[in-house]
């Protein structure tokens, strides 16, 4: 998961584009608990996030798995080009791509949060969070193409495992 943090949420609007998540992560809530993942139309999206919209203000997309929304791309743009910021807290580094990535620097976004939760491959799987160091690196160096390079990096502390 890669969360940003930068903006305060007092000072923004909230708009929730999905509630849950497709994923398994074993640790976490909102992977098992909020099932299933739902996300919501475009439509009532668009209509919400302009209904929110003035010049400058900010607009905080909410969801555990906003990245996993198939027009998340697009509501980032369409935040930017009203003239406000985006800010997205959570999204997995396996669902950046270079145009999201560009849009969400448009919008405003300096800084991320990225969560590899361990260094090992190994527990990684162990914990279900399936994701690669190469993914976790390749997502970085965009970031850091994009001049996103305030990075925060989060660990679960006291994983083992004796397989
Ligand atoms: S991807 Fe993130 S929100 Fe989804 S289950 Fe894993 S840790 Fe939880």
Redesign the pocket.
């Known amino acids: ?1 890669l969360q940003h943090a930068r903006h305060r949420i007092a000072d923004m609007s909230l708009v929730e584009v999905s509630r849950g ?5 074993r ?6 608990v909020y099932r299933p993942y739902r996300i919501r139309t475009l439509e009532t999206l668009e209509r919400e996030i302009i209904s929110n919209l003035h010049p400058h203000n900010k607009i905080g997309l909410l969801g ?2 906003v990245g996993d929304h198939p027009d998340i791309t697009h509501l980032v743009h369409l935040i930017a080009t009203h003239g406000a910021a985006a800010a997205v807290f ?1 999204l ?1 580094v396996d669902t950046l791509s270079e145009e999201l990535v560009e849009r969400l620097r448009e919008s405003g976004q300096r800084s991320f949060t990225v ?1 590899p ?1 361990t260094g090992s491959e190994r527990l990684r799987q162990v914990i ?2 399936d994701l690669t160091n190469a993914e976790i690196f390749a997502a970085v160096a965009l970031l850091a193409r994009h001049k996103i390079t305030r990075l925060k990096l989060y660990f679960l502390i006291g994983l083992s495992c004796r397989a």
């Open positions: 998961m998540c497709p994923r398994r992560c640790f976490c809530a909102a992977g098992h555990a798995a959570f997995r969560a939760e279900a969070k």
